[in-house]
């Protein structure tokens, strides 16, 4: 099964990044939208991997403390868009203890550097981006969560299959 670690988002966040569509849509943007409930952070991708169990064993010694997270511009990396946040020294330590400890325990996982980004839209119809308007949103991150992807026939379906709670 496929696998990645993720920070799901609370209404307000959701919200926003769905008024971020909405006005790609109006500047007559198609593309493969991400979909409402598929909307997340990623903080390390394994990939193909058949042990869940033991990817939450090995995460357990993860210690985090709630931090902030808030929405923050815009970007893209070719054609994909995404919503940026606010730098976080937490995030990104979060991110690390994880990546370590998987590393640790030889569970496979992109490696490359992590960008915190929130994909928006894959394989717009256009090549450059509109200006947007990133609505002011933040929520409090408590969780982290191990996710399951599948192609389902109406796209990518995300199950949650754990979560590691703050201390
Ligand atoms: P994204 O965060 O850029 O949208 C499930 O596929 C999640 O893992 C998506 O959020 C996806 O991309 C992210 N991801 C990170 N690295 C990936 C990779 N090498 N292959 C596929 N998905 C990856």
Redesign the pocket.
């Known amino acids: 099964m496929?696998l990645?670690i993720?920070i799901k988002f609370n209404s307000e966040i959701k919200t926003a990044l769905l008024s971020m569509q909405e006005q790609l849509k109006r500047a007559n943007i198609c593309g493969n939208y991400?979909k409402p409930e598929n909307l997340?952070?990623?903080l390390a991708?394994i990939?193909e991997y058949g042990d869940p169990d033991y990817v939450m064993e090995t995460l357990e010694p993860v210690r985090f403390r709630p931090f902030e997270l808030a929405l923050d511009g815009v970007g893209s990396?070719g054609r994909?868009w995404?919503a940026g946040l606010s730098a976080s020294v937490e995030l990104h330590n979060t991110a690390a203890q994880i990546r370590h400890f998987l590393a640790d325990a030889n569970i496979p996982f992109?490696r490359?550097k992590f960008s915190p980004?929130?994909?928006l839209i894959?394989e717009p119809s256009k090549p450059a981006m509109p200006a947007i308007e990133v609505p002011a949103a933040s929520m409090t991150a408590e969780e982290i969560s191990l996710?399951r992807?599948e192609r389902g026939r109406n796209g990518?379906i995300?199950t949650g299959l754990g979560t590691i709670r703050h201390i």
């Open positions: 496929r990645f993720a991400t997340h952070l990623t991708f990939g990396f994909l995404w992109d490359k980004h929130i994909t894959r996710m992807s990518m995300y």
